[in-house]
Every structure is written in C-alpha cells, then in structure tokens.
C-alpha cells in the first residue's frame, strides 16, 4: 500500500512523542505495573490519534483504517508490549462497536471522551472458564423496565483497575448462543462493578490486568451498542480489529527484537569475533528477518481489504495467527544469542520475549484462529 506524507506525518509525530514522553518512564511503569493511563491517553488524545478512523461528528477524523495501522505501527516503538495493547483496547477493540454501531446518544456520552482520551475504556468478554469460547460466557443481563439488570463477571480485562466505562457482552436472552448477546456500555463506578482483583502476569507487566465481578448492576436499556441479541456477531466484527491490530504491532516488535539483536551481537565477542560474525547466527536473523517481512505483508494486504470496504476476516485471522507463533521464535531465536544477558529480567529481549507469548492466546487462541481458517477452506468436519 502507498503510504502519503500524511502517513508519515502521523508515524513521525507519534515516534518523537514516545521518545519524549514514554519510553523515558516505561521502566518505572513496568516496576509498578500500572501506568498513568488517564494522562497518556489524554496526550494521544490532544494528538488525535485515538480517533484515527471514527466518526468526525463525535471528534474522531473520519479517517481509513491504514492510518490505523500506521499507530499500530509506530506504538511498536514503546520499550514494552503492554502499552500498545493498553492503547489498542481504547481504540481498536473496546470501541469499535460503539463507533459503528451505538446511538448518537451514547457515542456523544461515551465515545467522545474516549477520543480525547479523557476516559479510559476496556473490554468485558471473556470469563472465568469462558475465554476463546465466546459463546459460552454466563453473564447476564436481565430487563427491569427501562434498564438492564446485570450479574456474572469478567476475567483478564485490559485497562480495568483505570477504566472509565466497560463495554461488557452478556446474554440478554435464553436464545440460541450466537444470538443471545448484546454489548453494553457499563459505567465503571456504577453501584455493584468491582474489581475483585488485579491479576499479576508472565509479562505486559505495566499492563492493570483484572478479574471484575457485576452484582446486580443497574444501566439503562439505552446504553446497549445497536440491536438486542446482535452483540456476538458485533464482538466478532471487533475481534477482526483486535487481531489485525496484534499482527501488526508484533511484526515491528519482532523487526526491534531483530535490530536490537544485531546491534548486540555484533559488539559481543566470543573466541576472538563478533558473535554476529558466526554463520549461524547472522543466517538465523537473515531467516526470521524473512518471516517478518512476510508478516508484515500479509498484515497490510488485510488494511488493503478494510480500506476498499471488503471483509478482510480470513486474512487477519492468517496474520493474527502467524504473528503469535512468529513473534514467539523471533524472540526465543533472538534471546539465545544474547547468552546470559538475554536471561537477565532488565535486558530488552527478555522484556521481548515475556510480552510476545500473549499473542497466541489473547484476542482468541491459536487453536481458534485455526478453526476459524479451516471453516474457511471447507476442512472443518460439519455437525453431523
């Protein structure tokens, strides 16, 4: 794709805005295992970047989705993983639904302010034994004239220890389990919304990981996203963002793993030459250079298809697939040669390699994104 100077505009404003304002504090933030998310959203929000793509009567610049791609890729400077998906929560997988779908009544409430990052949203999917099995989840959401009674919990929720409003999927019916759920935006100090705990994590560490529990909790009907029984296919529509979204920032996580990599191993000696100097190590970087390359090419072969208004779902879910396996070799590749050092907890690419495990799990397993490719190609055994 053909970027224009108002790409590069946008990559090069959000690169001297990370090396002034956030990689000088991503130490401490990864120590404390929480960062400000109110002020470096408020920030993104004065620069316009966590409204790319939505809709310019509620702030956003009505943008296509390759400026999108351009933040995805330019957060991937942020010295840690857990940012970037702080930030692609708030634009890219909690809001998207809001942005398409709401009423002008609740973007006006909800949505605006998350464009100027004046309030911080997270997701409520998945569940205590209900994770890639979306349809599987037991929160509920009962009528009680005109408001939603709602009960259940939700677990690994990105942003919850901060978040200003929930976007929460719960079954609003007994119907069938694909047409049973609709998303809800849940004001986060609304009487019965608790954070039952703050999960602590392998990496992604300045990431506030929660569990959170809704007893008896009282919103009314208008804030339910579009129609009553559309949320499942509306998640789904949304799970596309957040994939895309991780193949793309973990291809240039893994091209920093690469270079930092190289930058290494060419100063560490090893019986009298560079470590870099050895066949092996220098065709290795040269294999998984290759790989990213690739990645990053099926990635934004799937913006393309966003962009000309084409569903792009076997594409991203490809990318999103290849992205958790390969960012898991780059790392652990790129890690061994940098011998002891690469074990060290404070080393860049052990930060690297904590991170990028994530992306096989979240936002749906590898073992789902297979499933999904494999109904696609007409391989996935039909119900008998």
């Not at 979204?245 to 690469?258: D, K, T, V």
């Amino acid at each position: 794709m053909q970027l224009t100077p108002e790409h590069e505009q946008l990559r090069d404003t959000l690169k001297r805005y990370i090396a002034e304002r956030v990689n000088p504090h991503v130490d401490a933030w990864e120590e404390a295992e929480i960062f400000p998310a109110h002020q470096v959203f408020k920030e993104l929000g004065d620069l316009g970047a966590l409204g790319l793509s939505k809709p310019t009567e509620f702030g956003g610049l009505g943008l296509d989705h390759s400026f999108e791609a351009v933040l995805c890729e330019a957060l991937a400077e942020i010295e840690c993983g857990a940012l970037p998906m702080a930030i692609g929560v708030q634009t890219n997988m909690a809001t998207p639904a809001l942005a398409q779908y709401g009423s002008d009544e609740l973007r006006a409430e909800f949505l605006a302010p998350a464009i100027t990052g004046e309030h911080v949203a997270c997701l409520g999917v998945s569940e205590v034994g209900s994770g890639s099995d979306v349809a599987s989840l037991k929160t509920s959401a009962r009528k009680d004239g005109g408001d939603y009674v709602i009960d259940g919990g939700k677990m690994w929720t990105t942003n919850g220890a901060q978040a200003d409003f929930c976007v929460v999927l719960a079954n609003t019916s007994d119907g069938q389990a694909h047409r049973n759920k609709s998303l809800i935006v849940v004001p986060m100090k609304t009487p019965g919304v608790s954070v039952a705990k703050k999960i602590r994590k392998l990496g992604m560490h300045a990431s506030d990981t929660v569990q959170l529990y809704f007893d008896g909790v009282r919103v009314p009907q208008r804030y339910r996203i579009g129609e009553e029984g559309r949320g499942f296919i509306y998640q789904m529509e949304q799970f596309q963002h957040e994939r895309l979204w991780g193949a793309l920032g973990n291809a240039c996580i893994a091209q920093r793993a690469i270079d930092q990599t190289i930058a290494y191993t060419r100063e560490r000696k090893a019986f009298g030459r560079s470590i870099l100097d050895n066949q092996w190590v220098h065709f290795k970087l040269a294999e998984l250079q290759t790989e990213v390359e690739c990645l990053r090419a099926l990635s934004w072969q799937a913006v393309e298809m966003i962009v000309r208004g084409e569903d792009a779902t076997r594409l991203a879910t490809m990318a999103k697939l290849k992205a958790g396996r390969l960012s898991r070799e780059v790392a652990d590749g790129c890690l061994q040669f940098w011998g002891g050092m690469g074990y060290v907890h404070e080393s860049p690419i052990s930060r690297i390699f904590r991170d990028a495990r994530l992306t096989s799990i979240g936002g749906g397993a590898d073992e789902v994104m297979l499933q999904i490719l494999s109904k696609y190609m007409g391989t996935y055994p039909q119900p008998s």
